[in-house]
Nanobody
Framework: QVHLLECGGASVQAGGSLRLSCAAS????????MAWFRQVPGEKREGVAA???????KYDYSVKGRFTISKDNAKTIVYLQMQDLKPEDTAMYYC?????????????????????WGQGTQVTVVS
């Protein structure tokens, strides 16, 4: 099973930017998709952005236009560039690798218990 390690989380002022990175410890199936989720204590884990093997991307409406997901296939690293951060973006951010052929919407991965998850990196946005 692949292990994912996120980094780049920090405390930042509202309006600032951060770039999160997610590196895989082993080979990730080239057909797999990757995504970023976030979670606030006491609330469900919600999808932020996803990227498929062909490079196509999907975003939650709350971050569209502010966040950009990208990947470096050679290094098996996925990035989440976050701009114009808002206090409501404060959360633990998780990276996940998953088989898109497993069915269901990408943002329902936590509900179905699918995917390989990292341990998370904390993002705090202060006003």
């Amino acid at each position: 099973q692949v292990h994912l390690l996120e980094c780049g989380g920090a405390s930042v002022q509202a309006g600032g930017s951060l770039r999160l990175s997610c590196a895989a410890s082993a080979y990730v199936d080239s057909t797999y998709s990757m995504a970023w989720f976030r979670q606030v204590p006491g609330e469900k884990r919600e999808g932020v952005a996803a990227i498929d093997s062909d490079g196509s991307t999907k975003y939650d409406y709350s971050v569209k236009g502010r966040f950009t997901i990208s990947k470096d296939n050679a290094k098996t690293i996925v990035y989440l560039q976050m701009q114009d951060l808002k206090p409501e973006d404060t959360a633990m951010y998780y990276c996940v690798s998953y088989d898109p052929k497993a069915g269901g919407a990408w943002y329902d991965l936590p509900f179905y218990g699918l995917g390989s998850w990292g341990q998370g990196t904390q993002v705090t946005v202060v006003s």
